[in-house]
């Protein structure tokens, strides 16, 4: 069965902190996505990547970098939190022959 | 900018029911049209999809319609139960590169017994 595992269900911060959220997934995709999923807001692509090593922003990428060093692994830092980033966190996976993408659990992210 | 929008926010349907899901988007050059299901705890799957070739796409008591000219499509669910109780995104990308999909606001459906 495929899977996309995330490195945390719950995480709480503190304002200033340096975050790292890791994902990884086992189905050999090419690309990985990160998102933010709000109440009312749905699901919005903060950065993905197509390749190892390669990247690019998606809609709301300010405050927030990610590192892709392994093609299994993409990970989504937080480099100074912030309580506006409290939110829902989802990694996905695709492969580049289909649209079709595979979501982790998720991680809840709380910054005091 | 929101390139779907979804509608309504949230939805309850009594067992047995049709529940409608309606999503329009703006950009013509999106050519998939996915739907997604979330349970609680749980990241959202895909439920069912759709390309622009076709108007219809059935699967169980899942369809998905679609109206290429008014930039329109939905989700019916058949004969709802309330193991239907979820959160529902419609998203759409274009097929071309990572595939970025862009998500509606997402409906919370309820399904009463």
């Known amino acids: 069965d495929v899977k996309v595992t995330q490195s945390s269900r719950y995480l709480v911060k503190r304002t200033g902190e340096k975050v790292f959220l890791e994902c990884v997934q086992d189905m050999d995709h090419e690309n990985m996505f990160w998102y933010r999923q709000d109440p009312g807001l749905g699901l919005r692509l903060i950065y993905f990547?197509?390749?190892?090593?390669?990247?690019e922003k998606g809609d709301i990428p300010e405050g927030y970098s990610v590192s892709r060093e392994k093609k299994e692994r993409f990970s989504l830092i937080l480099e100074s939190a912030s309580t506006n980033q409290t939110s829902m966190y989802l990694c996905?996976?695709?492969?580049?022959?289909?649209?079709?993408?595979?979501f982790g659990p998720g991680t809840r992210l709380t910054v005091l | 900018q929101q390139q779907v929008k979804q509608s309504p926010q949230s939805l309850i349907v009594q067992k047995g029911g049709i529940s409608i899901i309606n999503c329009a988007y703006e950009n013509t050059a999106f050519d998939y049209f996915p739907w997604y299901q979330q349970f609680p705890g749980k990241g959202p799957a895909l439920l069912i999809a759709i390309r622009p070739d076709v108007s219809e796409k059935k699967e169980g008591r899942f369809t998905i319609s679609f109206n290429k000219s008014a930039k329109q499509f939905s989700l019916h669910i058949m004969d709802s139960q309330p193991g239907d109780s979820a959160t529902y995104f419609c998203a759409a990308s274009m097929h071309q590169g990572a595939q970025k999909l862009v998500f509606g606001q997402g409906t919370r459906l309820t399904i009463n017994p």
């Open positions: 990547s197509y390749d190892v090593k390669m990247k």
């Open positions: 996905a996976s695709s492969s580049t022959s289909g649209g079709k993408q595979f």
